[in-house]
């Protein structure tokens, strides 16, 4: 399996490279050059699997076992999933009317990103300790990335983790589970900003290439293909659990599950757009909140920023870059790198590109999907409880609108996706007038000492970040070497 940018100028690129990387030096995002088939056979075969074997599974069609023999990578996911709260690890909640919740949130955050944040530190992990090295992961969170990164690396000698959040813009536990870590490889920076401002130094600090091999840069939002390939199973896992597939006969048709996924900087989404592309029989539907780009260009082809991110109830997908489009534009039109370097480059420069209508067709074909207000999230958290006795988190309510707004169609199959606890949200919990007890690590974060640093906005915010970052990263990386802790990793 081997690896290219999504912007057409890099070739050849293997996991471990890709793994740790950034955005590809052309600007683009990484994908495999071919994308694995799954036959109806082997889904039946996979049929009844436990989570943590879908995951070995899907890991095993993308990492070569001469990198991460098959023995280790079973040892490695069962570790980084040995800590979540079910037994479990992800729990489908069968509510009435047809209504199956896939709760992807019982790790240490409370989050879906744990599930494959973990896996992917534990790769990274196993290769700098077999290859004596180190390096910096460099991440941008709009709420949970960035805890989930912190929790998954705090105290790993080989890894330092530089995360960079919006102060103002996500949940107290949110914020807490980032700045209570106080371990000596983690460095939080609190930015006036919102998440696709950070994104901005971010990418300025990825493309200084010299800056990425003499420190080991590296990223650890869904921008690195290691999180898209982990989350391409819980796709995987709700279709062998909730399709209805093994009411079909051997050689019958496979049935078609609709999947509905919260959207903000649509990796969610894109991992199962590729699981589609794969050959799972999937109808998807993002559904965003008020900054509803993703809804825009689908409906209309209108990939345009607004002039503002809206904060609302679901802070955690109030975006308006949603930068993994980009993977789904390169699949879409047939792997066309110079096509998709040119529509995100006139977005990345202007904020505004209309697709061709031929592409916005494209998608639409395969692509659905529906925006929700905050009055929409909390009338959903209010019905889902009077119906079922259920809380859903703001996130996971913009979801589930769809199920209490858009017709059931006959014998077809739907899952929501859960991506968050309601803990960590109690204020909309709250304002929909409903409760949720917190578990007792949430309370306990209130008594937690905390540190970080600030990113104040200046006339020239981007470039000071940048700088401000910079010079984090160098420190970091200059210490480690001057007490012996190994070269850092560079890829190809």
């Known amino acids: 399996?081997?690896?290219?940018?999504?912007?057409?100028?890099?070739?050849?690129?293997?996991?471990?490279?890709?793994?740790?990387?950034?955005?590809?030096?052309?600007?683009?995002?990484?994908?495999?050059?071919?994308?694995?088939?799954?036959?109806?056979?082997?889904?039946?075969?996979?049929?009844?699997?436990?989570?943590?074997?879908?995951?070995?599974?899907?890991?095993?069609?993308?990492?070569?076992?001469?990198l991460i023999p098959r023995d280790d990578l079973e040892v490695l996911v069962g570790e980084a999933l040995s800590g979540f709260s079910v037994p479990e690890v992800v729990r489908v909640a069968r509510l009435k009317d047809g209504l199956s919740v896939l709760e992807l949130f019982h790790g240490g955050t409370l989050a879906f990103k744990d599930l494959a944040m973990t896996c992917t530190v534990h790769f990274i992990n196993y290769l700098l300790q077999k290859q004596k090295r180190r390096a910096t992961v460099l991440v941008?969170?709009?709420?949970?990335?960035?805890?989930?990164?912190?929790?998954?690396?705090?105290?790993?000698?080989?890894?330092?983790?530089?995360?960079?959040?919006?102060?103002?813009?996500?949940?107290?536990?949110?914020?807490?589970?980032?700045?209570?870590?106080?371990?000596?490889n983690v460095h939080v920076f609190a930015a006036d900003g919102c998440s696709d401002d950070i994104d901005q130094p971010l990418r300025r600090l990825f493309a200084d290439q010299e800056l990425v091999k003499s420190h080991g840069l590296m990223s650890l939002n869904s921008v690195n293909w290691s999180r898209v390939m982990i989350q391409l199973?819980?796709?995987?896992?709700a279709y062998l659990e909730l399709s209805g597939m093994e009411q079909v006969e051997a050689d019958g048709v496979m049935p078609e599950l609709e999947v509905v996924v919260p959207t903000g900087g649509a990796g969610n989404i894109t991992a199962g757009f590729i699981a589609k592309q794969m050959g799972l029989p999937l109808k998807l539907v993002a559904m965003v909140n008020s900054n509803d780009i993703v809804h825009r260009t689908v409906t209309s082809g209108d990939f345009s920023m607004a002039a503002d991110v809206t904060q609302t109830l679901a802070p955690a997908i109030d975006i308006q870059d949603p930068y993994n489009m980009e993977r789904v534009f390169w699949l879409l039109l047939g792997k066309d790198g110079a096509s998709v370097r040119t529509i995100m480059e006139e977005f990345q420069q202007s904020h505004r590109h209309f697709l061709a209508e031929n592409h916005q067709k494209l998608l639409a074909q395969v692509l659905s999907t529906g925006t929700v207000t905050d009055e929409g999230i909390l009338e959903t958290m209010r019905r889902c409880w009077v119906e079922n006795q259920y809380v859903l988190c703001p996130h996971t309510a913009v979801a589930v609108w769809h199920h209490y707004h858009s017709p059931h169609s006959p014998g077809l199959n739907r899952c929501y996706i859960a991506?968050?606890?309601?803990?960590?949200?109690?204020?909309?919990?709250?304002?929909?007038?409903?409760?949720?007890?917190?578990?007792?690590?949430?309370?306990?974060?209130?008594?937690?000492?905390?540190?970080?640093?600030?990113?104040?906005?200046?006339?020239?915010?981007?470039?000071?970040?940048?700088?401000?970052?910079?010079?984090?990263?160098?420190?970091?990386?200059?210490?480690?070497?001057?007490?012996?802790?190994?070269?850092?990793?560079?890829?190809?």
């Open 233 to 237: 199973a819980h796709f995987i896992y």
């Open 140 to 184: 941008g969170t709009s709420g949970d990335t960035g805890g989930s990164a912190i929790q998954s690396a705090k105290g790993l000698p080989g890894l330092d983790v530089v995360v960079v959040y919006p102060r103002g813009r996500i949940s107290p536990v949110q914020e807490k589970h980032m700045i209570s870590c106080l371990k000596d």
């Open 1 to 66: 399996m081997k690896y290219c940018s999504t912007r057409g100028g890099i070739h050849g690129w293997d996991f471990q490279d890709v793994l740790f990387s950034g955005y590809a030096p052309d600007g683009g995002m990484f994908m495999p050059e071919s994308v694995p088939a799954l036959s109806p056979d082997t889904l039946r075969s996979w049929r009844g699997l436990p989570y943590t074997t879908v995951v070995v599974e899907v890991a095993s069609l993308f990492i070569p076992s001469q």
């Open 419 to 492: 991506t968050a606890s309601p803990a960590k949200f109690q204020a909309a919990v709250e304002k929909a007038g409903l409760t949720f007890d917190p578990p007792e690590a949430v309370l306990a974060l209130d008594k937690l000492p905390t540190r970080y640093e600030n990113l104040e906005r200046s006339p020239n915010w981007c470039k000071d970040w940048e700088d401000r970052l910079r010079e984090c990263i160098q420190s970091v990386s200059t210490a480690r070497k001057s007490t012996g802790t190994s070269q850092t990793l560079t890829g190809q």
